[in-house]
Nanobody
Framework: QVQLVESGGGSVQAGGSLRLSCLAS????????MAWFRQAPGKGLEWVST????????YYADSVKGRFTISRDNAKNTLYLQLNSLKTEDAAMYYC?????????????????WGQGTQVTVSS
């Protein structure tokens, strides 16, 4: 049974850092293209970052490029998202997702399994 469990969210001041984790079970993270998405209150779902299975290439939304880092630990079967230099606009519920894919329209989507989310709050 595939399951994704996020953790690591919390409340920080602007400029601070957090590391989000996504513990996977029922499959290996190295075998899947994994992504992080986020949703702020009253806004739509926003793709944040992707790490692909083969080679581990990484991709970032322009809004987080240079501040966030996606990675995975195959031994722990865990996906991570390091959030640095946080801004108030980064506040959102963050979700990890399995089997992300890039559409011709220029967007990332994930129609597989998702975690329940972890909340990130950033105060000014």
């Amino acid at each position: 049974q595939v399951q994704l469990v996020e953790s690591g969210g919390g409340s920080v001041q602007a400029g601070g850092s957090l590391r989000l984790s996504c513990l996977a079970s029922g499959y290996t993270v190295a075998s899947s293209c994994m992504a992080w998405f986020r949703q702020a209150p009253g806004k739509g779902l926003e793709w944040v970052s992707t790490i692909n299975s083969a080679g581990g290439s990484t991709y970032y939304a322009d809004s987080v490029k240079g501040r966030f880092t996606i990675s995975r630990d195959n031994a722990k079967n865990t996906l991570y998202l390091q959030l640095n230099s946080l801004k108030t606009e980064d506040a959102a519920m963050y979700y990890c997702a399995k089997d992300a894919s890039y559409r011709d329209s220029g967007s990332w989507v994930a129609f597989g399994y998702w975690g329940q989310g972890t909340q990130v709050t950033v105060s000014s």
